[in-house]
């Protein structure tokens, strides 16, 4: 559905076209951007209140700059939905995330104006900063850089690591802090507070303007005038906040804070500080949701929302007529708590996610047993490493794709001590229309080949609570579980825990000609195109392997002994994957079969609907059944003849 424009907006496609535009005009174009916003993810869904939030630092940063020479890296990318629509693809806005349109994140092959790509966050300051240090190679002193960060963001050791090195470059790169106390779920930590110091802090914001003015006429006193200044701004932020203040400690220039909401003045301000050689932090303090007030009032909830009515702030969910199965991180979340219960020993961690993990039902039910640690993934694991260390039973609740960014810490901290950590990785497999950057197509091949880790797949609800029983079990070591992003398959999922015997799959059914063999929710595919085979006189057999590492040797030896075609399934990647196991397995033991793997080939997949995605990579229902069709002969029955 296309959505028309407002009259300013409408005129506008590109930034040089913003220009023609006086400073008075910017809060009518910023009223109109929100609201083609508000407009076309309602009916089309997204991300939501991050964008709303940065609606006038996005006209003033293209207002004030001269974007795409002018090097802008948003973080994360949740709020660049309005740099979007002023770059080029207001036309197109409507097919964001949608399979086959535009990406929800900034991305370099869809635009120049998106100078880096991203999706995870806390990575714009290192490469604001990698692209200032090559304007200086290259001579172009007349180049900006900025990077545009959420606080949240800023909880990243990456973020510290590029501030840190930023101080001492004297480049010229100008950070951005969006401050608004929230990433997806409400920030935590020590710089949360911090930076509340500094916003709520009366005599520092009395002053600070005033002094702004005197420290600018000083500073053009002469050469030398520029070193006293900076140390008379530090004496008294430092005074007035009675704290060191952080940003200047490594070396940056601190302007703030100031209204994310004034965008004529925000304009101004990044023209200002255009002319201000060496690194600079601006910080600007936003309302995440700003303009429509329940993203306003619940800015967790209205991240990203889904459909709704803009009017009535409904949010659009189909009522199911009969009980339906639940999302597996639900499933974790209350099973977490169960187990808790029971043993005492087991603690929850998460990096920022509460809310996406389900991990907030525990921190609800047992607050002191539950940490929210940031976006600070390598610290939760190593965290979980050391409370393991001591006796405990840390379930670290990771995104699959997330976990990418603490693999060091998986060996070195987990593994190699052989601490009962149990990783849960949500969102395994393609995870849909966050794309590219989300899938959490690695995980098995990463984890598989590291000594120590027991890695497993719950085919349904079920298997996952009880593969979460068995992993808290005494010497179970470090303990990999990887779960779907969705739902599952069984209504009536909450059953007694049973202890599975590690490394142990299962036979489903027993066949002819062709065995299936799967790993996790895709069995469930199997399932289904089993009984469309059936009905056609086709009888292969399934196995649902249930742990890739160690894999279940018996099972395997009956495989290879008695079918002549096998099909592996997995929704990871096919490199170093299951169907590679098995390939290894048949190898190593000197059989000789047909083996067909079925999973993610070897290129990124773009986002679109899981299902959409499923098909492309061509292990869905009907993929699946085609490729048995391939290789089984059909029994001819009566009932065929008849």
Known sequence: MQVKAGPLLSTINYPADLKQYSEADLEQISQELRQYIIDVVSVNG???????????????????????????????????????ILTGRRESFHTNRIYKGISGF???????????????????????????????????????????????????GLAFEGLNHAGIENSNVLVILNDNCMSIDPNVGALKEYLTSITTSKSYNRFRDDISHVLTGLSKLGPNAHKYVKKIEKSIKGTLLKQSNLFEALNFRYFGPVDGHDVKRLAAIIKDLAAIPGPKLLHCVTVKGKGFALAEKDQTKWHAPGLFDKITGEIKKSIPDKPQPPKYQDVFGHTMVELAEANDKIVGITPAMPSGSSLNIMMKAMPTRAFDVGIAEQHAVTFSAGLAAQGLVPFCNIYSSFMQRAYDQVIHDVAIQKLNVVFCLDRAGLAGADGATHHGAYDISYMRCIPNLVVSSPMNEEELRNLMFTAQQENAGPFVIRYPRGSGVMADWKRPFKALEIGKGRKICDGEEVAILTIGHVGNFAVEARAELNSEGIYPAHYDLRFVKPLDQELLHEVFSKYKHIITIEDGALQGGVGSAVLEFMADHNYSANVVRLGIPDQFIEHGEQAELWAECGYDKASIISTVRKYAVKRVTDSMTG
Request: proline fraction near 2%.
């Open 46 to 84: 997204g991300h939501f209140a991050a964008s709303l939030g940065v609606v006038e630092l996005t006209v003033a940063l293209h207002y004030a700059l001269n974007t795409p020479y002018d090097k802008l890296v948003w973080d994360v990318g949740h709020q660049a939905y309005g740099h979007k």
């Open 106 to 156: 900034p991305k370099i092959s869809e635009s120049e104006y998106d100078t880096f790509g991203v999706g995870h966050s806390s990575t714009s300051i290192s490469a604001a900063l990698g692209m200032a240090v090559a304007s200086q190679i290259k001579g172009e002193k007349d180049r900006q850089h900025v990077a545009v960060i959420g606080d949240g963001a800023m909880t990243a």
